[in-house]
């Protein structure tokens, strides 16, 4: 079966069925595995009595064996579902399902929505904490809502387009090596003073593995922007043009821009993590006081832009 078919039906299992949770709790989830990996690196290897330089070879040798231990264990498993045909397609798709975090992200987005409806600003601040890393207590209502919405945007982009991109290039290799060099630079990859060397090479690759898929990932929330019934896709294409440049981060600003535009908002700009305010640029030149009925009109043209996706596996499958 081809890749791009395979990539349409898990994406139809993820929909459908999200996170096997019944099964985690019984055996480990790929990106746990990866981030124990990952952590013993980390504690055995980033020594901080060693200088700078050290440090950072020993980071890049550690994102090293992480991606041949992932990209091995993608050939093995692949191998194995290659001997068993047709079951072994579903297998993988299968496995490209739980890799990919369509129905994760829309549920975890929607329990800010839903937060505001069951206990308020509180309640939606306590689920926003569990998506972003800014400070919940500093979000009032619009903030809280813009933060969700940016998490859409750009898990979007990290959490559903990277993964299936690299899964068309690499097969189940590249898609469990792109999934453990996301994971590193979510573990190590921040300019923290124990990370700020070592941690170098995993934000740096995962920025260049990045790089394609959040420019396809704007592209494609454009294209969902036409269906959406009051979605703006002109605002969102001269917000892509005009402000993705300027993010902080050489990726984000593309998907969230796009974001921004579609939905006549404006995402981004000053942000406070851990009690220090970033000064970045803002995407978009709509309303900033966003509303809980935002994030459901997020969630709306997260779900058309995970249907467009699934439209270019079908064009990539008929090529």
């Known amino acids: 079966m081809d890749r791009a078919v395979i990539l349409l039906i898990g994406q139809a299992i993820d929909a459908l069925t999200g996170e096997p949770d019944a099964l985690w709790r019984r055996v480990p989830h790929p990106v746990v595995l990866a981030g124990r990996l990952i952590d013993a690196l980390d504690r055995r290897w980033n020594l901080e009595d060693e ?23 993608g050939a093995l498993i692949g191998g194995v579902l290659d001997r068993l045909a047709l079951l072994g397609d579903l297998l993988e798709a299968a496995v490209v399902g739980i890799l990919l975090a369509q129905r994760s992200l829309h549920d975890h987005v929607l329990a800010v929505a839903d937060g505001f409806l069951t206990d308020g600003l509180a309640g939606a601040r306590r689920a926003v904490a569990a998506i972003v890393g800014r400070d919940p207590e500093a979000l009032d209502e619009a903030g809280v809502c813009r933060a969700a919405i940016e998490s859409a945007a750009e898990n979007f982009a990290d959490g559903v387009v990277a993964p299936a991109f690299w899964y068309l290039v690499g097969g189940l290799p590249g898609l469990l090596a792109y999934k453990a060099l996301n994971t590193a630079d979510s573990m190590i990859g921040h300019r923290t003073d124990r990370h700020r060397h070592f941690g170098w090479a995993a934000a740096r690759l995962d920025d260049l593995a990045n790089w394609l898929p959040a420019r396809l990932s704007a592209a494609l929330a454009i294209a969902a922007a036409w269906t959406l019934p009051d979605g703006e896709p002109a605002a969102a294409w001269r917000a892509v043009r005009r402000d993705a440049d300027r993010h902080r981060s050489v990726n984000a600003g593309w998907p969230e821009a796009a ?3 579609a939905l006549g908002l404006r995402l981004a700009g000053p942000r406070r993590y851990h009690g220090a305010v970033v000064d970045d640029a ?9 509303t809980p009925e935002d994030i459901r009109r997020a969630l709306a043209l997260l779900a058309r832009s995970c249907l467009a996706l699934a439209v270019l596996a079908v064009l990539v499958a008929a090529a």
């Open 51 to 73: 200088p700078p330089s050290r440090r950072r070879d020993r980071g890049i040798a550690a994102v090293l064996v992480l991606l041949l231990a992932a990209a091995a264990s």
């Open 259 to 261: 974001f921004a535009g």
């Open 282 to 290: 803002w995407m978009g030149d709509g309303r900033v006081e966003a």
